[in-house]
Every structure is written in C-alpha cells, then in structure tokens.
C-alpha cells in the first residue's frame, strides 16, 4: 500500500533559521512527488513537484527538495525562514494511476 | 482564470441527514478529486472523476459516494452523517490524468459540522 510519513509534526524555528522537513513514502513504483502549503486561512497552493529529471528541485518562494530514491524520501528545505513561512507543509505522493497519498502534515511556526 | 470553487463554504447539519457538496473545476479541467481533510489526520484521498468516471477511490464506507458531469463539475454525498464526519472536504482539479505531473488545484473547501 503507498504511504507518505512526515515525521515533524510541529516544528518551531526563530527567523533566518534553516529549515528541513522531513518526508518518506512507501511505493514500489514510479511515483510524483509533491510539497503542497496551506498558509492560515488560505488554500492549499503547490510549492513544488518533482516527477523526473534532475532530482534537485526549486520552488516557490525559495523552498526546494531533494528526492533520494534510495532513502524513499522527499525533504523541503529553505535555508533561512521568514515569519510569513508560517503555515502547514504537506507532502504527497501520485502514481502512476493517480492515486494521491498525502502525509498528515507538518505546522510551522516561524518566530519574528 | 477562475480557480476552483466549491460550494457551499460551510454546511452545518445533524446526525442521520444527508449532504451533497458541490465542485467547479477550472475551465478545461476534467480531472477532479476529493479529499477529507481533520485536525492531526492531514488529507485524506475520497475519490478521483474524470469523464464523469469514477478512477480512484479511497479507503471511505459507502456512504461517501461522488459523481461527476459532463461539464466536469463534481458532487460529493456523504448519507447518514456521523459525528465523525465534520471535517472539511477539499476538492482539486487536475488538467487531465496522466499528464506527467499531475498538479492538482485545490479549492477553499466546504466545512461541514455534523451535531
């Protein structure tokens, strides 16, 4: 069965601290990596997608993620966060038959 | 171009009843899923339409069903509501399955609130 784990459930950084979230997910097949954020009060929105390619990835806002197939695992990084970062992080996962697994998400809260 | 929209915003309804939650795709979209979203258990995948078929679906007891039109526009319907079943329910539309990225948009969600 696919699965997506994140492992932080909460995480509580100060401004300009670096950031990594966790992510790993279970499938044996070709899978499309997601992040996905959801800022308060607002939709979720895509930060980034990774589905082949180069497996460093950029996106918005200055997040990026590095698929390691090896290690099932699809980190976010941000290597320094702002207040308005605060919002929770989803990660998820597509296969090829577009069955969508999504984790059950991280909360950040950035401190100014 | 419009995003998603879905309606109604928020639904408030008592044990036992039924509801049906409404879902406009974007323009040329014909992909549509839905997801229950609840505090501490992140998204959980209902089902997937497209050409008013159903693709996917999810690991949720018969009384969540869904539909799709020709228009592309989606309906859930959750019967005999549970207390459990207050969460909000988000859909998202994709261009059309298959595509290499599968990039879904998802809309504000529809809060329900079973008493």
């Known amino acids: 069965a696919q699965s997506v784990s994140q492992h932080n459930h909460h995480v509580i950084l100060s401004e300009a601290a670096s950031l990594e979230l966790g992510c790993n997910y279970s499938y044996g097949g070709t899978v499309n990596l997601f992040w996905y954020v959801q800022y308060p009060g607002q939709h979720l929105q895509l930060l980034l997608k990774y589905f082949s390619g180069d497996p460093l990835v950029k996106g918005i806002k200055g997040f990026e993620a590095e698929f390691i197939k090896s290690k099932f695992s699809f980190n976010l990084r941000k290597p320094s966060v702002q207040w308005s970062d605060t919002a929770e992080y989803f990660c998820a996962v597509i296969n090829n038959a577009g069955k969508s697994t999504f984790g059950d998400g991280t909360t950040l809260t950035v401190k100014p | 171009k419009a995003g998603v929209t879905q309606t109604p915003r928020y639904l408030i309804k008592t044990r036992g009843q039924q509801v049906t939650l409404s879902c406009s795709p974007i323009s040329g979209h014909r992909s549509v899923s839905w997801y229950q979203q609840t505090p501490g258990q992140g998204l959980q995948f209902l089902f997937e339409?497209?050409?008013?078929?159903?693709?996917n679906k999810g690991n949720f007891p018969g009384r969540f069903s869904g539909r799709q039109f020709s228009n592309s526009r989606s309906e859930m319907n959750v019967s005999t509501l549970e207390l459990g079943d207050s969460a909000l329910y988000l859909c998202?539309?994709?261009?059309?399955?298959?595509?290499?990225?599968?990039?879904?948009?998802f809309g504000p969600g529809t809060r329900l609130t079973v008493t």
């Open positions: 339409y497209f050409s008013e078929t159903q693709r």
């Open positions: 998202a539309s994709s261009p059309t399955p298959g595509t290499p990225s599968y990039e879904q948009y």
